[in-house]
């Protein structure tokens, strides 16, 4: 088997003036050993006549579990490399895990009997596309990106997230070529939906893109509850990414969600958090999160869940699902990325059968609820009062909303034109 040399490799990355050194020493730093010949050889008898899925890691962007399910159950087979961690079980037909080797994903990607790659990779693994064409000249790579990084980080603020340590400037240039790279020179790419804001990110696109709502599989919806006991505290519950008080503000201030859960359950509000991906335990990580919910028993933090055990866990559980955040007015994250956003946890909570909280600062998203009527715009000077709020509501009719909504809200319904473009057909 031939193995490129992590010295050699050329991609637009390693030839810019100024991200080429940067992207170098990362490729050798991350090289580490190949693959074992027969795992290759199993993976690539496996991915014969199979869509290829290949990932980063297993963690919040959930749409290729989703797909894989609803994929199995369609008959279609589907084998994946994960590049970190281990692969969802029971999802694929076959997958393996490189141990954050690329040179165990250089192996597992020259050996594919087929021409076409679907890689889930965005932000500081954008260039993974170049890297999979790179060793694989003539692979058709189509490239699902989940946030773009043009749009989180702003060129005009670029320099809160280099000085909070975030990014390093010339890791922000490798992010921004990577992803001018997938708008350009992929095969295709595949993102979120996110209103006409979205238009201008990728206003310089000219190769095939496809815009997707990344839903759950429909064998994983539930039925909403109209009735509830109107005497019991409503039950609210985030689920996924919050941070530390000790994350960059600048960055993160939107995640330091612990005062706005202690209000809430100060106002006799019930409110779960179940963390997103994350290293290290709740405890060393969250630990302001977890000192709450011992002092206050009205609000808990659980670890996180896969997709499917977290919809099952919200079901009956909990009676609205939270997107609300404290938005400061010097937050450094862009704000057509906040316009355009688009967060899985939306489609969780509706498969779960529960309506939606959410921010108006977050505008494809807050226009989506309401204009489905599937759950409630607060903004930040409604969440003092937000217990009375909810008094007032007709819970039976968002309920019911949700019910209607969901048949459309599941990613069977987007897998058609994902399929044509991987697929290479009209």
């Known amino acids: 088997m031939h193995r490129p040399d992590p010295h050699m490799l050329a991609m637009p990355v390693t ?6 050194a940067f992207v170098r020493s990362l490729l050798v730093e991350r090289w580490g050993t190949p693959a074992d010949p027969a795992a290759v050889a199993g993976l690539a008898a496996a991915a014969s006549g199979a869509i290829v899925f290949v990932a980063v890691h297993h963690g919040n962007f959930p749409t290729l579990e989703s797909m894989g399910a609803a994929l199995r159950a369609l008959g279609r087979r589907v084998v994946a490399i994960y590049l970190h961690g281990a692969p969802p079980p029971d999802t694929f037909s076959a997958a393996v895990a490189c141990d954050g080797s690329l040179a165990r994903l250089a192996d597992f990607i020259t050996a594919l009997p087929g021409d076409t790659i ?23 790579v189509v490239a699902e990106v989940w946030d773009w990084m043009d749009a989180f980080v702003e060129p005009g603020r670029e320099a ?11 890791e922000l240039a490798m992010i921004r070529i990577s992803e001018r790279w997938i708008r350009t020179r992929s095969a295709g790419f595949v993102h979120k939906q996110g ?19 990344p839903c759950p599989p429909r064998a994983w919806i ?6 509830r006991d109107r005497s019991a505290p409503w039950r609210l519950v985030h689920a996924g990414q ?29 409110v779960t958090a179940y963390a997103g991906a994350m290293a290290g335990t709740l405890e060393a990580t969250l630990g302001e999160y977890v000192a709450l919910a011992r002092r206050d028993p009205r609000f808990c933090i659980e670890p996180r869940l896969p997709l499917d055990a977290l919809i099952a866990a919200l079901h009956r559980r909990h009676d609205f699902g939270l997107l609300l955040y404290p938005f400061d007015d010097d937050l450094a994250v862009g704000r057509r990325h906040l316009q355009t956003a688009l967060a899985s946890k939306l489609f969780a909570y509706v498969a779960a059968g529960l309506p939606i909280l959410v921010s108006p600062e977050l505008g494809f998203m807050a226009e989506f609820v309401r204009s489905r009527g599937i759950g409630l715009v ?16 007709d819970y039976p009719r968002l309920c019911d909303a949700v019910r209607r909504a969901q048949p459309e809200l599941c990613i069977e319904t987007q897998l058609p034109a994902v399929l044509r473009l991987v697929e290479g057909t009209p």
């Open 15 to 20: 030839e810019d003036a100024h991200c080429g």
């Open 118 to 140: 679907y890689l889930q990779a965005h932000g500081r693994w954008a260039f993974l596309g170049q890297f999979a064409a790179a060793v694989r000249p003539g692979l058709r």
């Open 160 to 170: 809160a997230f280099v000085e909070d340590g975030l990014f390093s400037a010339p």
């Open 195 to 213: 209103g006409a804001s979205l238009d201008a990110v990728v206003a310089d696109a000219c190769v095939p893109e496809v815009r997707i709502l």
């Open 222 to 227: 539930r039925p909403p509850v109209l009735a």
């Open 242 to 270: 919050i941070k530390s008080s000790t994350s960059s503000r600048r960055v993160f201030g939107d995640l330091h969600v612990a005062p706005l859960f202690a209000a809430l359950a100060g106002q006799g509000l019930r």
């Open 378 to 393: 607060v903004p930040r000077s409604g969440h003092a009062s937000l217990g009375h709020t909810l008094d007032g509501v």
